[in-house]
C-alpha cells in the first residue's frame, strides 16, 4: 500500500494547503508565501505521481523515490497539524480578556513571531526536500497523467476447462444446473421474465470462474436444455459495445460447432469490430431472437444499474427460459442482477483442498514416494481456508522440490511473506482491493492491525476510523459514525468481512484469514502488528498495534516520529508492569505526530493526542490523571466499559478542543463535572449504557436496548480474549 496511496496522499495535502481555513490562517501568520512555494512544488509532482505508480512494479528505484514522496506528505502533515493547534490557541487568547495569558504567551515559545520563524523554517525545509526529490524525476522519465491509470486487471477468460483439472465440485455443479433448468420465478416467461439471471457470488481465487466452465461444458446443459450457449469475459469494464461484440462472436462460434467442423469456424467469423453500434444492436437481436439461449457473463465489477438494465434490455429477445449466468466478487452486484437468490460459493473440503494440493506439488503418482512431504502438505492447506487459487498457488511453489526445509518454510509462514507471482492468490485477491475506493481502502488497511480469527465490532472499527479522518461527510449534515457504518455494509457486499452478526445498529463480523493476509499485503511497512514473532518494525511505520504481552519490550520499537496511531486491540493486554509502562510513556511521548491510542485496561502517559479511546479499565472510580497531559489537543474522548467509575475529573471542561465525547456503559456513572458548558467546542455527546446518570439527567426511552447492546459488545469482546 505504501506506493498505492501515495497519489491520493498529495492530493489530500494539496486540499489542506488550498483550503479557506488554511489560506487565512497562513496569511495571519505571514507564511502565505512559504506555504504556496510547497503547494505549487506539490503540484508538479503530484502531475507524475499517477505515471510513476504505474510504472513502480519495474523499477526498485521508483519505488524508493514514491516513498520518499510519501514521508515527505506525511511529514508536511504534520507541520499542518500543528499549525491548526497553534491558530486555535490563537483563537482562544484573543477570546480572552485576561491580560497576564496575553503578555504570557508573547513571551512564550508560542508567540506569534516566534511562530512564524518557526514554521517557515518547517515550511521552508520541506519545500527544499520536496524540491530535491522532485529533480529526481528526470531520471526516471515520467510524464503527467489527467487520470488515476488502470489498476491491475485479471486475464481474459475463455469456457474451455479440463474437467480432470476440477476437484471437488461435483455438488455445487449437480446444483447450477438444476436451477438453470427451473423455469423463471417470477411468471410465465414474458416481456422481462422471459430471461433470468443467477448470479455466483465468492471471494477472488474461490472458483467461481471455473464452476461457470464446468456447468457451461457440462452435457447437460448442451443442444437439448440451450441450442445456443455464450461466454463473454465481462471483467472491470462493462463496455456494452464490447460485450456485445463478445456475444456475437460467442453465438458464431457457437452455432457454427454445433453445425460444422470446428476448422471451418474461423472461416465463418466475420469481423464486426469496425460496426456502428447500431448496427452491432441489430446482428445480435438477430442472433438471439427466438433462441432458449445460455449466457455467461464471467467476472462483472459493474455497479452500475443503468448500464445493466440496458444490456438485459438489448439481449432480453430470446424464446422462454433463456439463462444468463454471472460470476462476481460482490454481493451488491449480485443482488442487482440476479432474478434469483446469489449462490454463495464456498470454499472445497479439506480432503478436496489436500487432493489439489498433491496435483499441483506433484507428478502424478509421484507423492506417492514422499508421505512425509504429504503430512506437511495437510498443514500447508489448512492456511488456504478451502480457497482453490490459494492451494494452486502455495502447491505450485513446491513443484518437484524434496527438500523437507522449504515446505516446512512455507508451512511456518504467513502468505503474504511468500513470493507471489502474476496469477498467484494475493494477487488476485489485490484486484478486489484495487477496485475499492480511496476511502474503503484506507479503513480496509486497519484489519492488519488485529490479529487472524479477531471478532470485530462495528462500533470499535468505526470509532478508529472517524477518528483517524477516515470517514467524510459529503453534505455535512449526516453523522460520521453513521456513514461510517455504512463502509462496514460496503465491505460485506464486496466479500471483505464474513460471519456478520446484527445487534441493532451494531454488528460483530469476522475477516477471512485470506483476506487478512491481503491487508498485510497491501500494508506492508506502514502498517504493522507486533507480536512475539516481530523481530524488526521499519523506520517509516505510521500505524502499530501490540498484539502479545512478549511484544511490549523496549527492543522492539523504532525511535521514530512519524507513528500516527497505536493500538493496544486486545482485552487484557496491559501495560501493568511498571517497568514496561515508563518506556511505552516514553515511546508515545516522543511520537510527535500520534493522533490516536486506543487502549484497553492500559494506564499511559502522553503529551499531544488527539483521539483517546479508553475501554475495559475497572476498579477505577474517576479517570486517570495523567489525561489532562492532553488537554490542549484532544478532539475525541471516549470512556467505555468502566464498571466502577462513579465521577469524571473537573480537569474535564478544560478540553477546549473537545469535540466528541462518548462515554459508555458505565453502569455506576451517576454525575457529570459542572460546567459542561466550557467544552465549546463540543459537537458530539453521547452518553449510553448509564443508568445511573440517566435517572438523574433526561431519560433515554432506549437505554435498556443501548445497554443490551453494548453487553453483546462486551460478550464479543470476550469471546474474542477466549
Partial sequence: MAESFVFDIANSLLGKLASYACEEASRAYGVYDDLQGLKDTLSIVSGVLLDAEEKKTRQHALREWLRQIQNICFDAEDVLDGFELQDKKREIMKASSSTRVKVGNFFSISNPLAFRIKMAHQINKIKDRLDKVAADATKFRLVSVDS??????????????DTSSVVGRENEINEIINLLMQPHPKGDGDGDKSICVIPIVGIGGLGKTTLAKSVFNDKRVDDKLFPLKMWVCVSDDFDIRKIIIQIINSATVSFLTSSSTPSSCLAHQENINNLHIVQLVARVRQKLSGQKFLVVLDDVWNDDRAKWLELKDLIKVGAPGSKIMVTTRSNLIASMMGDVSSYDLEGLSPKDCLS???????????????????????????????????????????????????WVFV???????????????????????????????????????????????????????????????????????????????????RSFIQDVNEYGSFCDFKVHDLIHDLALYVT?????????????????????????????????????????????????????????????????????????????ESPVETLRLKHLHLRGFTMLETLPGWIECAMETLETLEISIFSDLKMLPAFLTTMTRLKRLYIIYCPQLSNLTSDMHRLTALEDLRIKGCPELCRKCQPQSDDEAVQKAYMQLEGSQERAKQ
Fill in 356 to 406: 489439489l494440493f498433491v496435483k499441483w506439488a506433484f507428478k502424478e503418482g509421484e507423492e506417492k514416494k514422499y508421505p512425509n512431504l504429504v503430512e506437511i502438505g495437510k498443514e500447508i492447506v489448512k492456511k488456504c481456508q478451502g480457497v482453490p487459487l490459494a492451494v494452486r498457488t502455495l502447491g505450485s511453489s513446491l513443484f518437484s522440490n524434496f527438500d523437507v526445509s522449504k
Fill in 524 to 600: 506492508r511497512e506502514d502498517f504493522v502488528a507486533v507480536d512475539s514473532h516481530t523481530h524488526n518494525i521499519p523506520q517509516q511505520v505510521r500505524h502499530l498495534s501490540v498484539l502479545e504481552k512478549e511484544a511490549l519490550g523496549r527492543a522492539s520499537f523504532p525511535k521514530s516520529r512519524r507513528v500516527r496511531s497505536i493500538l493496544f486491540p486486545i482485552f487484557g493486554l496491559g501495560l501493568k508492569n511498571e517497568s514496561v509502562m515508563d518506556i511505552w510513556t516514553l515511546y508515545i511521548s516522543d511520537c510527535g505526530s500520534l493522533n490516536l491510542l486506543l487502549i484497553n
Fill in 411 to 493: 508451512r511456518d509462514s504467513e502468505l503474504w511473506n511468500l513470493e507471489q507471482k502474476k496469477d498467484d492468490i494475493l494477487p488476485a485477491l489485490k484486484l478486489s482491493y484495487d477496485q475499492m475506493p480511496l476511502y474503503l481502502r484506507q479503513c480496509f488497511a486497519y484489519f492488519s492491525l488485529y490479529p487472524k480469527d479477531h471478532i470485530f465490532s462495528s462500533y470499535v472499527m468505526c470509532s478508529l476510523w472517524v477518528a483517524l479522518g477516515l470517514v467524510q461527510s459529503l453534505n455535512g449534515s449526516e453523522k460520521l459514525e453513521s456513514i461510517a457504518r455504512k463502509y462496514i455494509d460496503e465491505l460485506h457486499s
Fill in 148 to 161: 488515476r491509470p488502470d489498476e491491475q486487471r485479471r486475464e481474459m477468460t475463455y469456457p474451455d476447462v
